[in-house]
């Protein structure tokens, strides 16, 4: 059974850090690419960064670029995205996806998000 759990969202003032992971299970998680998509109220999920199976490309949305990192840990099944400046723009649930290698995100299998909230 597939399973990709998101942790570490929560509420934080604008210029704050948070860092979401997502552990995976269920699948050959070393030959996924793994991405963080996110869903504001009103608007459409948007990628936001992903990572190839062995980590040696990333990309990120043009909105966060400079201020998120994405990283994975092949050995332990896990994927975080380091936010950092945070800005109330940011505020939205954010979602672990998951895509075979030779697909491009989003794949099939989805986390249930973890909200992020930016604000005073």
């Known amino acids: 059974q597939v399973q990709l759990v998101e942790s570490g969202g929560g509420l934080v003032q604008p210029g704050g850090s948070l860092r979401l992971s997502c552990a995976a299970s269920?699948?050959?998680?070393?030959?996924?690419?793994m991405s963080w998509y996110r869903q504001a109220p009103g608007k459409e999920r948007e990628l936001v960064a992903s990572i190839t199976s062995g980590g040696s490309s990333i990309n990120f949305a043009d909105s966060v670029k400079g201020r998120f990192t994405i990283s994975r840990d092949n050995a332990k099944n896990t994927v975080n995205l380091q936010m950092n400046t945070l800005k109330p723009e940011d505020t939205a649930v954010y979602f672990c996806n998951a895509a075979p290698w030779f697909k491009q995100p989003p794949g099939d299998y989805w986390g249930q998000g973890t909200q992020v909230t930016v604000s005073l």
């Open positions: 269920g699948f050959t998680f070393s030959t996924y690419v």
